[in-house]
T-cell receptor, first 114, second 114 residues
Framework: GENVEQHPSTLSVQEGDSAVIKCTYSDSASNYFPWYKQELGKGPQLIID?????GEKKDQRIAVTLNKTAKHFSLHITETQPEDSAVYFCAAIGYGGSQGNLIFGKGTKLSVKP | DGGITQSPKYLFRKEGQNVTLSCEQNLNHDAMYWYRQDPGQGLRLIYYSQIVNDFQKGDIAEGYSVSREKKESFPLTVTSAQKNPTAFYLC?????????????FGSGTRLTVV
């Protein structure tokens, strides 16, 4: 089945700098890759997603890139702000043994220092 | 507004007790999921339901039980057989098993054994 690895587990940046979080997946059949932001004590919220027919997607300060050949995708946050501080999860749809399930990475705790 | 409601937000369980966590959605989604979240472990799938009156075990189903008698509701029971139940529990739903593009989470229930 699908396996998703996420790095780094913690990331600290200065306000205004960029942050990059990377994920790799194992199942070449996966075709949907969402990113979730989880604030303390709350449920994860979808912030951006990408499907395998495109290589990059942007939404204001957030972008996601996908390299299907290498089986990795990344979240890019530019001009970081203190309110970007949260735990970020990547995910991929698992096919085969866990068909239809989103398989999540273990999360990255992002801290943006003012 | 449509969404997923989890209750209670905080729950305390004594040793040997069964407790039930509520999850209700008004998104008209067919598929629903329960995840357990521990620090540094990411999201682990407990049970999922593709459609009413059907549910399947996830990766860590031992000590848990579910029911899906109504499309809107997917309660999770943490039984006394679950030896380490203290965790943050998240319920989610998606339009259908085949379509995970609208994966939505509730705000979670924090369960503590006292």
């Amino acid at each position: 089945g699908e396996n998703v690895e996420q790095h780094p587990s913690t990331l600290s940046v200065q306000e205004g700098d960029s942050a990059v979080i990377k994920c790799t997946y194992s199942d070449s059949a996966s075709n949907y890759f969402p990113w979730y932001k989880q604030e303390l004590g709350k449920g994860p919220q979808l912030i951006i997603d990408i499907r395998s027919n495109v290589g990059e997607k942007k939404d204001q300060r957030i972008a996601v890139t996908l390299n299907k050949t290498a089986k990795h995708f990344s979240l890019h946050i530019t001009e970081t702000q203190p309110e970007d501080s949260a735990v970020y999860f990547c995910a991929a749809i698992g096919y085969g043994g866990s068909q239809g399930n989103l398989i999540f990475g273990k999360g990255t705790k992002l801290s943006v220092k003012p | 507004d449509g969404g997923i409601t989890q209750s209670p937000k905080y729950l305390f369980r004594k040793e040997g007790q069964n407790v039930t966590l509520s999850c209700e959605q008004n998104l008209n989604h067919d598929a629903m999921y329960w995840y357990r979240q521990d620090p540094g472990q990411g999201l682990r799938l407990i049970y999922y339901s593709q459609i009413v009156n059907d549910f399947q075990k996830g990766d860590i189903a031992e000590g848990y039980s579910v029911s899906r008698e109504k499309k809107e509701s997917f309660p999770l029971t943490v039984t006394s057989a679950q030896k380490n139940p203290t965790a943050f529990y998240l319920c989610a739903s998606s339009p259908s098993w085949e379509s995970n593009y609208g994966y939505t989470f509730g705000s979670g229930t924090r369960l503590t054994v006292v």
